[in-house]
């Protein structure tokens, strides 16, 4: 017997890669159920590359009851309202919001760094999925961690237009298009202007000068990797459709070579280690789009500091960065603890 599964939010960018990955890995699901507002009710989407067809129910009427789990794709202010309905149902909910994340009683799971704090789900039946930003970031650390502890990180960002969803990819789109012909390239999603240009600057900012979006990072690495970890981020949106870039510094308590960093990441989980010191020896966007894996290239020793170490890190951030890692979480949920399938 399989799992009864629900994608709420599956007419989104994350929602639909959701459905395709469940379909690519062969998810052991007896029943998917993909759920959207109102206006997108009886839309048929297809379930990966399978030739078959679900149809969006409206999420304000869904029934939880009798489903195992739930994947939502919808933002904090709708997650706040059905998050609880659907775990008091007793369907365990894989929230891709900001909404439970710093929560104590709601794990927050990257399944190739911490699988064990998983097993805390029950406290509210609700298991949170990290920022794109830092999920493929703690991939990368975790390893080196285990082998010398870090003791700061400083990251810089370069974060793709589709972590603002469909509106941020048309915005690109459009201003660049509308650039060429010689029209406005007004703002309407972003502050300003992104095509042929980078924004230091995604979320809010909060009263200390950072972003919410940087503070998401600093707080999210402490809880899932280790507490004692210093970070700070700058994070940049830049005008590049899919997939997050990272510039990587890092300070150890004892050394840790280029080479030692190379030979543990090659062997890592999740990760691709593509350096070679010659021209295209590293990888962009653009080749780690639509892969699962967290790319390092650039691996470099810094001398400026004791114990100093620099790389570069792309991930396809709806992906890893969201929808690959959901679905890794329900499979860690179902080999853990659920047990079906």
């Known amino acids: 017997m399989g799992y009864r599964i629900v994608v709420a939010g599956a007419t989104g960018n994350v929602g639909r890669e959701v459905v395709n990955i469940l379909a690519e890995r062969a998810f052991p699901a007896d029943e998917v159920a993909v759920l959207a507002s109102s206006r997108s009710q009886g839309i048929e989407i297809e379930y990966g590359d399978t030739d078959k067809m679900l149809r969006i129910q409206n999420i304000d009427n869904f029934d939880w009851t009798g489903w195992d789990m739930a994947i939502f794709a919808i933002g904090s202010e709708a997650t706040k309202k059905y998050a609880l309905i659907a775990a008091a149902a007793g369907c365990v909910v894989i929230d891709n919001s900001s909404l439970f994340r710093m929560d104590p009683d709601v794990p927050l799971i990257v399944p190739e760094v911490n699988p064990d704090a998983i097993d805390i789900y029950k406290r509210k039946n609700i298991i949170a999925n990290p920022n794109c930003s830092t999920a493929q970031l703690v991939v990368a650390l975790k390893p080196l961690h285990d082998y010398a502890k870090i003791t ?80 700070t981020a700058t994070c940049v949106r830049v005008p590049v459709f899919v997939g997050h870039s990272e510039a990587v510094n890092i300070e150890y308590e004892r050394e840790m070579s280029a080479e030692t960093a190379q030979n543990i990441l090659r062997e890592a989980p999740g990760i691709m280690l593509i350096d070679k010191r010659e021209d295209g020896g590293y990888t962009t966007p653009i080749e780690a789009a639509g892969d699962d894996a967290t790319y390092v290239s650039r691996v470099r020793e810094d001398p400026t500091v004791d114990n100093g170490l620099a790389f570069w890190c792309v991930s396809d951030n709806l992906r890893k960065g969201a929808a690959l890692n959901a679905v890794q979480i329900a499979e860690l949920l179902g080999r853990r603890h659920l047990k079906k399938g």
């Open 152 to 231: 700061r990180v400083v990251v810089s960002t370069y974060q793709s237009v589709s972590g603002a969803g469909k509106e941020g990819m048309d915005e690109l789109f459009e201003q660049s298009r509308n650039i060429f012909v010689g029209d406005s390239a007004d703002a309407k999603k972003f502050t300003k202007q992104i095509a042929f240009n980078v924004i230091p600057h995604i979320d809010s900012f909060l009263e200390d000068g950072y972003t919410k979006e940087e503070w998401k990072m600093m707080v999210e690495v402490k809880k899932i990797l280790d507490p004692k970890i210093k970070l």
